[in-house]
């Protein structure tokens, strides 16, 4: 292919692209008050809050104490 034909076709494509992802940017998001958040949230509150509070202990596997 000659060189001035793959750099107009590169030109095309990144102008293509550029326009979609400014397209893509102005797109509404979904809100992060859903639900799928919220019980996300929840079920890393409730882990931290089950977690041991001793960090100075270590697991040690039985027999190499």
Do not use: D, K, N
Not at 17 to 45: D, M
Request: charged residues 20%; positive net charge; proline residues 8%.
């Amino acid at each position: 292919m000659h060189p001035a034909m793959y750099l107009l076709l590169h030109r095309a494509r990144s102008t293509e692209l550029r326009q979609r992802a400014a397209e893509f940017c102005l797109a509404p998001t979904a809100s992060r008050t859903g639900l799928r958040t919220r019980l996300g949230w929840f079920l890393v509150e409730l882990g931290l809050r089950i977690m041991p509070r001793h960090p100075g202990r270590a697991c040690v596997a039985p027999g190499t104490a």
